[in-house]
């Protein structure tokens, strides 16, 4: 069983940076590909970021290409979402998720553990 927690979410203004992390239990944590994921009010969840279990390996969803970053601590069974030049449209909450079986995916239907979500709110 894998536990997920983010935190680091908030109200930034448009333009702003925000950092958000997802601290897993368990001695596994380095064997798991790791994810962000989004929903915005009234839409479906989004795949945002993803990182392999090793960490050279990252993958980004075109709408953030550029702006936002993921990295992994294994040592702190930690992972990380470096959100930068946010826009409105950035709204959402975000979820981390953890995938056991692949080296990583972008596909939200292969992650098979989640946390509870974190709020972002970019105010224009």
């Known amino acids: 069983q894998v536990q997920l927690v983010e935190s680091g979410g908030g109200l930034v203004q448009a333009g702003g940076s925000l950092r958000l992390s997802c601290a897993a239990s368990?001695?596994?944590?380095?064997?798991?590909?790791m994810g962000w994921f989004r929903q915005a009010p009234g839409k479906e969840r989004e795949f945002v970021a993803a990182?392999?279990?090793?960490?050279?390996?990252?993958y980004y969803a075109d709408s953030v290409k550029g702006r936002f970053t993921i990295s992994r601590d294994n040592a702190k069974t930690t992972v990380y979402l470096q959100m930068n030049n946010l826009k409105p449209e950035d709204t959402a909450v975000y979820y981390c998720?953890?995938?056991?079986?692949?080296?990583?995916?972008?596909?939200?239907?292969?992650?098979?553990?989640w946390g509870q979500g974190t709020q972002v709110i970019v105010s224009s």
């Open positions: 998720a953890a995938v056991t079986a692949l080296v990583t995916s972008i596909k939200e239907h292969e992650y098979n553990y």
């Open positions: 368990g001695r596994a944590f380095g064997s798991y590909g």
């Open positions: 990182i392999s279990r090793s960490g050279i390996s990252t």
